[in-house]
């Protein structure tokens, strides 16, 4: 596997100058996301899997059919393969039957004027046959001859055309595609057994906090068990990285020195929770300061007010830091709609954005203008057969069982204020069909 991570080049004060009406202490979701995309760089590293194994992958080059599929023009069903000329315009047509193409055993006959073969769905349509008529639309089949009706084909029907699917010489997957199952299929389909692939993104991860227990610690009074690293490392693998969990550190400066160091020389990317909201008596955002190039922001939105942004260095190796807020609600919402896309980028992948949906809102939602807000919904069918959404309860940024019952986002632009009752908003689902 080759690995050339190249540094980039733009440092973080290049990017955000080139923004107008740049102010880190009210920063629009979207001009967080541009300086984001336009900082990052993707890694260049590809590695050769067989392709049961690159599911979820990105693909690392453009894949050229070296053949057709189908081969060869073949039937679409079970029935009768005939001259599309033979058929009478306004009278039914008697064919004689002189053979039989199964799928991968082809008739090797001539088949001339007035006559035709049986055929199998997938049998090679012989020479000058270009229409089948299916089994069920004849009159009176026999062994020998078949009826077929007046005015139930035309010529041209129920045939598969050679290279209809995937046309020789053609590109039929482009690098960055995510290699979901269909594709998979339509590799084997092409007789390609092994892909290149972008190799997986190494993202490190730990939570700041000195209130922060693990899982297996008493919970000491005031504390709380750390939940972030588990919603953590359940969107990192979704998303298909390599996840490092390196726990709880303590709100030290030597242990978060070390923690950043050692995440930095073993990972592409570092997201942390807590100890980057304004005002924080933590040592957090001092240490990722010394350690590089690291913006603070206030983004405008809610949940997930403070962030911090950036690229640390440590012993001539670097990582893309995302600090993200404590708040468990929080650290979900600035991942999927700052980090996620991110991420994607540096894997290399191309991936369209993903859709919001309009639909209506059940309730009165309250939304001041000037932030984006993501509130948790649930989607569903009314009865009058429009897509509707109910907010999940309370809203609040600690509040995670909010997320698990909603099965989408609704999304309140920055600009939207009062949602009445009825009036249709922005949703994001959460899950699909792949
Ligand atoms: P902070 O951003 O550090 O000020 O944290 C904001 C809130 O999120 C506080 O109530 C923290 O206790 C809580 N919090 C921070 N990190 C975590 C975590 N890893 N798991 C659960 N709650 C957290
Ligand atoms: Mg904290």
Known sequence: MMNTNKPHQAS???????????????????????IIQQFIAPIHAIEKLAIRQALGRVLAADIVSGINVPAHDNSAMDGYALRGGDLAPDANT???????????????????QGECIRIMTG??????????????????????????????IKPGDNRRLKGEDLMQGKTALLQGKILRPADLGLLASLGIAEVPVQRRLRVAFFSTGDEL????????????????????????QRLGCDVIDMGVIKDEP?????????????ADAI???????????DYTKQIMAELGDVAFWTIGMRPGRPMAFGKIHSHGKHAYLFGLPGNPVAVMVTFYFLVRDALLH???AKCPALPLVRAASRSIIRKRPGRTEYQRGILSVGSDGNLQVAITGSQGSGILRSMSEANCMVVLQHDQANVAAGEAVDVMLFEGLL
């Open 12 to 34: 973080l004060h290049d990017v955000v100058s080139c923004q107008s009406d740049y102010d880190p202490a009210a920063l629009p979701v979207q001009q967080a996301q541009q």
């Open 94 to 112: 008697e064919l004689n039957i002189i053979g039989t193409a199964f799928a991968g055993r082809a008739f090797d006959g001539e088949v001339s």
């Open 123 to 152: 049998g090679v349509m012989p020479r000058h046959c270009d229409t089948v008529i299916p089994q069920e639309f004849t009159l009176h089949a026999s062994e020998l001859a078949v009826t077929i009706p007046a005015g139930k």
């Open 213 to 236: 227990r693990s899982l297996g610690e008493t919970l000491d009074e005031g504390c709380v068990y750390d939940s972030n690293r588990y919603t953590l490392y359940g969107m990192l």
């Open 254 to 266: 030597a242990a978060l020195k070390d923690a950043f160091r050692s995440a930095c020389e073993n």
């Open 271 to 281: 997201i942390t929770s807590g100890g980057v909201s304004v005002g924080a008596a």
């Open 346 to 348: 540096m894997m290399g």
